[in-house]
């Protein structure tokens, strides 16, 4: 199984919405509506912040929000605030009934 | 509240073997699949496998199959990473990740584990 593919970076100023996406294959996201994305500040552990394609944990922003077409995956972060600079990661469950992430992208808030 | 411990950084050389844990608490242990995930220096994150300890069921991924063991002792409730022969190239931290829905998404993480690899 190859990793799913991420953009290396992204950047948007704040207030403004910005969009990452998430490549696979079908036999992952064109398959599943198991994709997930996850945030990491510096020297973090990861954090949940949506699943299932769509779907937001409990305590998650509504700024936060999930779609797919396809074989791609899309996080999109509307009101773009400070704190939401760190790492996104992707994931998504696989044929072979393992998971498989993203080579992550780094948000910079100018 | 669900909790994932982990044990302290390890510090080896090349060829020795280790094994590190992580501790769950906070929910039914052998009712979810726990697993790990390798995080090199500056890297991306990288599922490597995971465990029902219901049944002690695995999954590896292909990249990691023989590299490591995945284990859990579920009256402890604690799940186990082994390698038997270590490589400088394993350097990383290690995430102990609980998966939800079936094993199809990570809902809770560890503190993480730094294991440095160096002659």
């Known amino acids: 199984q190859s990793a799913l593919t991420q953009p290396a970076s992204v950047s948007g100023s704040p207030g403004q919405s910005i969009t990452i996406s998430c490549t696979g294959t079908?036999?992952?996201?064109?398959?599943?509506?198991?994709v997930s994305w996850y945030q990491q500040h510096p020297d973090k552990a990861p954090k949940l912040i949506i699943y299932?394609?769509?779907n937001r944990p409990s305590g998650v922003s509504n700024r936060f929000s999930g779609s797919k077409s396809g074989n791609t995956a899309s996080l999109t972060i509307s009101g773009l605030q400070a704190e939401d600079e760190a790492d996104y990661s992707c994931?998504?469950?696989?044929?072979?009934?393992?998971?498989?992430f993203g080579g992550g992208t780094k948000l910079t808030v100018l | 509240e669900v909790q994932l411990v982990q044990s302290g950084a390890e510090v080896k050389k090349p060829g020795e073997s280790l094994k590190i844990f992580c501790k769950g608490s906070g929910y039914t242990f052998i009712s979810y699949w726990i697993g790990w995930v390798r995080q090199m220096p500056g890297k991306g994150l990288e599922w490597m496998a995971m465990?029902?300890?219901?049944?002690?069921?695995?999954r590896y991924s292909p990249s990691f199959q023989g590299q490591v063991t995945i284990s859990a002792d579920k009256s402890i409730s604690t799940a186990f990473l082994q390698w038997n022969s270590l490589k400088a190239s394993d350097t990383a931290i290690y995430y102990c990740a609980r998966h939800a829905s079936l094993g199809r998404t990570v809902d809770y993480w560890g503190q993480g584990t730094l294991v440095t690899v160096s002659s």
């Open positions: 465990i029902y300890p219901g049944d002690s069921d695995t």
């Open positions: 079908s036999s992952d996201i064109g398959t599943f509506n198991y």
């Open positions: 299932d394609v769509t």
């Open positions: 994931s998504s469950f696989t044929s072979s009934s393992t998971l498989t």
